[in-house]
Each structure stands twice: as structure tokens, then as C-alpha cells.
């Protein structure tokens, strides 16, 4: 148990089967069920609540900490962040228009709350053509995604609030829900016999009913961390048991387009019925298919929640910037390009990591995504923190694995980006070795989690 903890696959806050039941189901005897019971609630693994048998838990709640938090010497290499360098000259090239374009909009006062007329068409036109037929009301122009989550939470989410989350998760999505003082509710993705990571439907639905949350946010395509993609059939599922139980979905589609071997099955918001009705808010941004710098992303919801958003927008960042907003509306018209040549780059990166990292540390083991932007690695021992803490001494900057989960789990793993140039990663894979041999030189704390 304490290592399904420690991999994310059992969460913290579910009940654990009665000492007798465990023993008869293992074949085992009650006392050692009872001994082993005892010292998880010694570690903090397990906790007795009064009246409603034992549940489990985990020694560490404290909130991820912020990626980079102190600025790297020049020279360091960031594995920290997972995101594309700018296509320069399609970057530069939408500066020029937008500079171009600029004087039409110089005689407004620049607040537009929602976002430029223009470039909210451009996106629902995008969002249709993905499966997801879109009114320009429907959508608000937001600075990149993360800040599209946040509006959405301060609409949906009060203090003591639950929210369901997938374990692992981006670790920005995390911080928000402890920072909007809510509950985070994580529910693992499981691994299917042929190896596939997909989402579980009946362990969703148990935590919508159990936890009755305020909202959720999922990553269906090219999750962030693990790259898993959710199946065509499980989209249905999920969709269904949300709706069942009128909680809204945040489904963050900003890796969507950052697949490599195969498209995924259509966008998880076209599978909730008419817009009206619909409990799935979509949120996207250009920071993976072109650049993170532009900070430009949006939000897609039922036209009453967008007005919501609009009217509380304003104690936030009041409204977003018109030049970016037109350097994007420029590089959309060029997005399926851009968005395959990222990809073309995206593979490049995957599979040339994937032949340097095991040959490099061979205690390591990965799989092979089907997309998004790093190997997800299992080091085989519970150190990913001790490595992050120690790789700054090789100029390497890492997030280590538990900062993408709930309750401390995923000390066994380390997110590798592999968006930087090959030389880069080359230098990066040697720098991650000689880290790793470091450890071997002095055993961390950490190793004796599990
Ligand atoms: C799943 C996910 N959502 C959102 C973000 C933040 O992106 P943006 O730049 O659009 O705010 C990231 C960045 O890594 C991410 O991986």
C-alpha cells in the first residue's frame, strides 16, 4: 500500500478494507494485518477517523513548490520547464503584422475584457474545427492557460471546496487549488494490460459521488506528465458521469496538438451535448504549438459563465494585451504549419532521448509517448527529490516527480522534457548522470520511503 502511495496509483482519502477482510483476502493472518495497519499509522500512511474505519493518507500534504524558484546561473539547463523554443521567424514575421495592424486599434482605450472581436472568431473557428462548434461569445481571451484555469476558478471554486484532479498533474494546477483554499481530490490514471495509461471511469465517478466537488480539471490529450491520451470510449464515460453528477469539467487542451504518432480521438468537450448545457470548459493557448512567451491562451465555456469571468476579470489583469493578441490572431492563420513542424521537432527530441537516457542511466526505465513534450522516467527508487535538490550543483535545474502529484507521491519518478536542441539534451543527459552518481555517493534521507 505504502507503495501504491508513493506511485500515485492509490490516493490519499480512501478507505482501506477492515483488518479481518485484508487478512482473509491475502491469506494471511490478523495479526499482521494489524502490525503492518499499526505502522502506517505510525508513518502517517494510514489514519483511523471515528466511526468510519481507516483511511489512507500521506506523511507530506504540503503544496508543490514553484518551478525555478531562485534565477539559474548562466549556463544552466532547464529540465524543469517542458515547452518549445519560438519558431523565430514566424514569431518575428507576426510581430511585424501585428505592428502593422496596430493603428486601427489605437484611438480604443485598449480594455477589451473578452479579448479582441478578431481573435476570439479565430479561435472558436479553431475550436470547430476540432469537433467543437463555437460562438465567438463562448470564448475570452486570457493570458495563456494557466491564467484561463485561475479565472475559472475564481468563478467555480470557494474555500473548503473540493476538486477533482488526475494524479499526476501539472503541478501549476495543483498550486491553484490549494491556493484557491480547496481540496484537491486525485484520481490515478490506470495502466491497461497492453500498457496503455487511461483514465478510470468508475474511480471518477466514485469521486464525484464520495467528494461531490466543485469542478475538475483534466488533461485528455497528451497529459502532462505521463503523455497519455484519453481513449475515445473513456471520453464518453467521463463525460457522462460528470454530467450525471452537474460538475463542470476544466479540460486543459494545451498540449492537444502536440501528439506525434497518431491524432487523438476528438476533443473531450464535443463529447457534452449541446453547448447550452454543457459542463465542459475547455482552455488552450498557443505556449506549446508555438510559443509560451506570447502569453496568450483563452477559455471556452457557456456564454453566462464567460460573462461571469468578464465581470471579475477586471480585479485581475482587467484585460489582455492587444499586441500580443494580434502577433496571435497572425500566427493563427499559419497554426496547422506551425503546429507540424513542432511536431516534426517534438519527435526528433522524443526518440533521440529515448536512445540517450537509458543508455546513460540504464537503472532508469521509460516508455515511449505517444506525444506531448517528456518522458515521464521511473528511477527505480524513491530519490527524484534529492536529485532535483542536488542537480543545481551540475547546472541543471529539475521538477522533481512529486511536485506533480498530491500528498508527496511519485518520489520514484522524474519528468525529462525533451524540447530543448539535441546538443542541448545531449549535455543535459550527461549533467542528469553524473547528478544521479552523486546520490550513489551519498545515499539520501529519501530512500527509505518504501
Ligand atoms: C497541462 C498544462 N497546462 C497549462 C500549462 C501552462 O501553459 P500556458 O503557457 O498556456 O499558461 C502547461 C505548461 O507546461 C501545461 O503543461
Redesign the pocket.
Known amino acids: 500500500m505504502q507503495a501504491l502511495l508513493a506511485d500515485g496509483r492509490l490516493t490519499p482519502g480512501v478507505r482501506v478494507p477492515s483488518e479481518r477482510d485484508l487478512a482473509a483476502a491475502l491469506g494471511v493472518g490478523r495479526g499482521t494485518v494489524a502490525a503492518a495497519y499499526e505502522r502506517m499509522r505510525a508513518s502517517g500512511h494510514l489514519v483511523r477517523r471515528r466511526g468510519s474505519g481507516t483511511w489512507t493518507a500521506t506523511p507530506t500534504e504540503a503544496p508543490p513548490l514553484p518551478f525555478t524558484p531562485a534565477p539559474s546561473p548562466a549556463g544552466t539547463i532547464d529540465l524543469a520547464?517542458?515547452?518549445p523554443t519560438a519558431p523565430a521567424e514566424a514569431v518575428t514575421e507576426a510581430g511585424h503584422a501585428a505592428l502593422a495592424a496596430l493603428p486601427a486599434h489605437l484611438c480604443s482605450a485598449g480594455y477589451d475584457v473578452v479579448g479582441l472581436s478578431a481573435l476570439r472568431e479565430a479561435v472558436a473557428d479553431r475550436l470547430a474545427d476540432e469537433g467543437l462548434p463555437t460562438h465567438p461569445d463562448e470564448v475570452l481571451i486570457t493570458s495563456?492557460?494557466?491564467?484561463a484555469h485561475s479565472l475559472v476558478a475564481r468563478a467555480l471554486v470557494r474555500p473548503g471546496d473540493r476538486v477533482v484532479l488526475d494524479q499526476p498533474t501539472?503541478p501549476?494546477a495543483i498550486g491553484l487549488v490549494h491556493d484557491s483554499s480547496a481540496r484537491p481530490v486525485p484520481v490515478s490514471l490506470e495502466r491497461s494490460d497492453d500498457g496503455t495509461l487511461d483514465w478510470d471511469v468508475r474511480a471518477l465517478a466514485a469521486a464525484l459521488r464520495e467528494s461531490t466537488p466543485a469542478t475538475a480539471y483534466l488533461?485528455a490529450d497528451q497529459h502532462?506528465p505521463t503523455g497519455a491520451v484519453m481513449g475515445a470510449a473513456t471520453r464518453e464515460g467521463v463525460v457522462d458521469a460528470f454530467r450525471r453528477h452537474g460538475v463542470p469539467i476544466v479540460v486543459?487542451d494545451?498540449?492537444r496538438d502536440t501528439w506525434i504518432d497518431a491524432p487523438p480521438p476528438p476533443c473531450l468537450g464535443s463529447f457534452a451535448g449541446p453547448r447550452s448545457e454543457s459542463t465542459v470548459i475547455t482552455i488552450g493557448?498557443l505556449?506549446k504549438t508555438v510559443w509560451?512567451g506570447l502569453r496568450i491562451?483563452w477559455l471556452r465555456a457557456p456564454r453566462a459563465l464567460v460573462r461571469r469571468i468578464a465581470t471579475t476579470r477586471a480585479s485581475d489583469d482587467v484585460a489582455p494585451p492587444v499586441l500580443g493578441q494580434l502577433m496571435a490572431l497572425a500566427l493563427l492563420e499559419r497554426h496547422d504549419e506551425l503546429a507540424a513542424t513542432n511536431r516534426a521537432r517534438l519527435r526528433a527530441g522524443r526518440d533521440h532521448l529515448l536512445r540517450a537516457l537509458p543508455a546513460a542511466l540504464p537503472d532508469w526505465s521509460v516508455r515511449r509517448p505517444g506525444g506531448g513534450m517528456a518522458l515521464w522516467a521511473d528511477l527505480g527508487a524513491p530519490r527524484s527529490s534529492a536529485l532535483a535538490e542536488a542537480a543545481p550543483r551540475h547546472g541543471l535545474v529539475l521538477a522533481s516527480g512529486p511536485r506533480f502529484g498530491v500528498g508527496g507521491a511519485f518520489e520514484s519518478r522524474l519528468r525529462v522534457p525533451y524540447t530543448l536542441p539535441l546538443d542541448v539534451l545531449d549535455d543535459a543527459v550527461v549533467r542528469l548522470a553524473a547528478t544521479w552518481d552523486d546520490l550513489d555517493r551519498a545515499p539520501s534521507v529519501l530512500t527509505t520511503v518504501v
Open positions: 520547464h517542458a515547452a495563456g492557460s494557466q491564467h501539472y501549476n488533461v502532462n486543459d494545451s498540449l493557448s505556449s509560451a491562451g
